[in-house]
């Protein structure tokens, strides 16, 4: 089965991640700023993360994420997962 194309590619996700002014971000923060559920949003960074492109951690009320040191943003478009 073929995977629909994303409507937000992943390398929009992990920008939005590198622009924000702070050390991480949540999924609902990901979620507003590029139009998608936060479920799916969800989805993606922890496809993300499996491919080692970005990183997480549970702050208690929830999870923190932020790009890897090693990030490349033509590997990320090579390798687009669907929303």
Known sequence: MVGRTPKVSDEEIMNHIREVNDPFVTAKEVAEAVSLSRQAVNNRLNNL???????????????GWWVTEGYDPSDSAKNDCPS
């Open 49 to 63: 993360h499996d491919r080692n492109l970005v990183d997480k951690k549970s702050t208690g009320s929830g999870v």
